[in-house]
């Protein structure tokens, strides 16, 4: 491959195109009139304006993006993750124009895009999986005697799509019926498709995920876990790798689950293979996801593989360099989101002008973002503003790590997500690793913010009052307490983050 398109915007694209201009391939970007001026776009070698900022006028045309890959002599496509990564018909069309797709088969696509058929897939394997229906259910009296033979509580779960819609927790009998047409009509919506399932629920589950590779001549293997618990929305907000309760015998068997997984629907790229854990770490299959996953960073920090160009290679139909017993976990890997949003009221989207926005630097930390300051955060896409992840030898150094991380990022003018991440970091839970995936329900409420930032003040201007005095060596009988209270009131208004 000489050029390939990167089909995607924003943080992610970004990525992408560092990897693909390391290995000395051209690169083209999309964007819609609303990231006119995003450093993707002026990063690549050639940009093509794709329409409006609404998804569906821009990201989302497929035909559009086949047809300007004809144009500019584009030899590949990768997806990055979201919008058409993980669109069948829009992977089968591209290979059948002639271009490489970077990511799996349309066929692979289609099995793990249903969760029905996901289930049906590995099976054949003996994966472990929650106690649960094989097939879609609509009958609301067939329905409610399954879920008695199974046993309150359960989840009922639309079979397409994923991120939280399409699922209902029933705790009683009485409630089914109600939550069940909820959950039809939340997947009809969201996904065109009404089929639900229902399974067993797992009431305080770990959330542990394997990354995996494969190449198109049968070679496949686990890049390690990444563990995944804390959670918004059942969405991800902090993730860590490798996960603290995995032991070599555990680590094994779930890698082993995991591959076979890959294996049931004849996978070759990268993927990740996604479970529950119980509170006596049984693991159950949860679903795959058929792309490059938004937290890889972790993975590629304590394995030192940079999995966007194995993406690449295997495309390009390349054997895997390395083997199983060349993956060994290098210290440790932490990784937060940074969203604009408002953690002390429910996480709710934030837009605004990026008035200061500098993100930290140092040996083990990494930031992909894809914006800089002045920047307007739009109202079309996704709130991420960028992912930060930091390395270091031991899980101890990596937690004091992101926190100094954290103090070192500035960002003004959108509320976010940033000290939310240094509460999580200091809770006496997450130190010890005892999570799951009700972390945030369990412990954080607005106010702990408040308490969070008049701690950090304290410290940081006793912190800067210590070196004041030490600037000048001088000793006054009330200097700490009056130039902390300068100092503090000073930093408070420069740190405005939410």
């Known amino acids: 491959m000489k050029k390939i398109l990167v089909a995607n915007r924003g943080e992610i694209a970004l990525r992408i195109m560092r990897s693909v201009k390391e290995m000395g391939i051209q690169t083209v970007a999309i964007y819609s009139e609303a990231d006119r001026h995003s450093p ?11 329409g409006p900022p609404p998804s569906k006028a821009s990201y989302l045309l497929g035909d559009k993006i086949i047809k300007t890959c004809l144009k500019l002599g584009v030899d590949g496509i990768h997806p990055g993750f979201g919008f058409l990564s993980e669109n069948a018909e829009f992977t089968r069309k591209v290979t059948e124009a002639g271009i490489i797709f970077i990511g799996p088969s349309p066929e692979s696509m289609e099995v793990m895009g249903s969760k029905l058929a996901a289930k049906a897939a590995v099976a054949k394997y003996d994966t472990p999986m929650v106690p649960g229906t094989a097939k879609a259910i609509d009958d609301i009296g067939e329905a409610i005697e399954v879920a ?20 209902r927790i029933v705790e009683k009998a009485e409630d089914f019926e109600e939550q069940m047409q909820l959950a039809v009509n939340e997947a009809v919506s969201a996904f065109g498709d009404g089929a639900v399932f229902i399974e067993k629920y797992i009431a305080s589950p770990r959330h542990i995920e ?10 496949i293997l686990h890049l390690l876990e990444r563990e995944c618990s804390i ?20 680590r094994e068997s779930m890698g082993q689950a995991a591959i076979n997984v890959a294996r049931s629907c004849n996978y070759h790229g990268a993927g990740t293979v996604e479970f529950l854990m119980d509170e006596n770490q049984k693991y159950y299959f949860l679903e795959m996801n058929t792309r490059l996953q938004v ?18 290679k295997v495309a390009r139909g390349e054997k895997l360099s390395f083997t199983q017993a060349d993956i060994k976990p290098n210290g440790h890997s932490i990784e937060l989101r940074i969203y604009a949003e408002d953690p002390q009221n429910n996480f709710l989207p934030d837009i605004g002008n990026l008035q200061t926005y500098r993100p930290p630097i140092g040996n083990g930390i990494r930031v992909d973002d894809g914006f800089r300051e002045g920047m307007d955060i739009p109202i079309y896409y996704d709130p991420m503003i960028a992912k930060l992840a930091v390395h270091a030898d ?27 991440g240094h509460w999580v970091m200091n809770h006496p839970a997450f130190i010890a690793g005892d999570i799951d995936t009700h972390f945030i329900k369990k412990y954080f409420t607005p106010e702990c913010l408040d308490k969070e930032l008049e701690e950090e003040e304290a410290f940081v201007a006793a912190t800067l ?15 700490t307490s009056s130039s902390s209270d300068s100092v503090s009131s000073t930093w408070h208004k420069n740190r405005v983050r939410r």
């Not at 008695?148 to 699922?167: Q, R, T």
């Not at 937290?295 to 690449?312: F, L, Y």
């Not at 004091?400 to 070192?408: G, N, Y």
């Open 40 to 50: 993707h776009v002026i990063y690549a070698d050639e940009a093509v304006c794709m």
């Open 295 to 312: 937290e890889h960073p972790i993975t590629e920090m304590i394995t030192g593989i940079d999995i966007v160009k194995e993406q690449i």
């Open 210 to 219: 394997i990354q995996i590779l494969a190449d198109q001549h049968g070679n």
């Open 231 to 250: 959670q918004r929305r059942h969405q991800k907000v902090i993730e860590e790798a490798p996960a603290v309760i995995m032991t070599e015998k555990l």
């Open 465 to 479: 009052a210590v070196q004041f005095l030490e600037k000048n060596k001088v000793k006054f009988d009330n200097a």
């Open 394 to 420: 031991t899980r101890e150094a990596a937690l004091q790590k992101m926190k100094q991380a954290i103090r070192d990022y500035k960002i003004v003018g959108v509320k976010n997500t940033l000290d939310f």
């Open 148 to 167: 008695k033979g199974i046993g309150f509580p359960i989840l009922i779960k639309a079979s397409a799509g994923g991120g939280g819609k399409g699922m």
